[in-house]
């Protein structure tokens, strides 16, 4: 069955960094693009990033480009998100999820940031 | 940028009621969207894709529909397991998603 875990998350101090990493099993994780999702506590869903199946596009929301960076190793099936000059509306659960034609059809569990000084 | 409002924020129904959830873009986006539950403390859940089209093991009384801009989630008869918050969801052809504000579904 499809798996996604996310691992990486903690609390951070702002300006510092951060890696998520996505472990993917149970499909054909090279043939699948791939989000990820954040909501900040008590608050509704935000799209973050997505990478296409082979990893050469990628796209960003306006709150987090030139900050985070997504990519995908096809060759381990995982999916990361590098952020950088972490601020404290960063602070949210980030999901990765997989895309199956526009839709989020699989979600992982979730690994919390916290932004705090 | 595409905007999705989402109506009404929050309601309180019985059980058995029939439920709808309204979802509005600022532009024509054709079919591009889905509707997703999710539960306190879960990762949300694709209910509806292409807005009509219900994803494989959800229970049939959840439906959706589209008029002109405006998309129609529908729960046909609440039950005590769909207390959650809905969202839709817009797509792009990046894909690029655009969530609604959600809308929490009670138990009255």
């Known amino acids: 069955q499809v798996q996604l875990v996310e691992s990486g998350g903690g609390v951070v101090q702002p300006g510092r960094s951060l890696r998520l990493s996505c472990a993917a099993s149970g499909f054909t994780f090279s043939n699948y693009g791939m989000h990820w999702v954040r909501q900040a506590p008590g608050k509704g869903l935000e799209w973050v990033a997505v990478i296409w199946y082979d990893g050469n596009k990628k796209f960003y929301a306006d709150s987090v480009k030139g900050r985070f960076t997504i990519s995908k190793d096809n060759s381990k099936n995982m999916l990361y998100l590098q952020m950088n000059s972490l601020r404290a509306e960063d602070t949210a659960v980030y999901y990765c999820t997989r895309d199956r034609r526009r839709a989020a059809d699989y979600w992982g569990q979730g690994t919390l940031v916290t932004v705090s000084s | 940028d595409i905007q999705m409002t989402q109506s009404p924020s929050s309601l309180s129904a019985s059980v058995g009621d029939r439920v709808t959830i309204t979802c509005q873009a600022s532009?024509?986006?054709?079919?591009?969207l889905n509707w997703y539950q999710q539960k306190p403390g879960k990762a949300p859940k694709l209910l509806i894709y292409d807005a009509s089209n219900l994803e494989t093991g959800v229970p049939s009384r959840f439906s959706g529909s589209k008029s002109g801009t405006d998309f129609t989630f529908t729960i046909s008869s609440l039950q005590p397991e769909d207390i959650a918050t809905y969202y839709c969801?817009?797509?792009?052809?990046?894909?690029?998603?655009?969530f609604g504000p959600g809308t929490r579904v009670d138990i009255k």
């Open positions: 969801q817009h797509y792009d052809t990046l894909p690029r998603f655009t």
């Open positions: 532009q024509d986006i054709s079919n591009y």
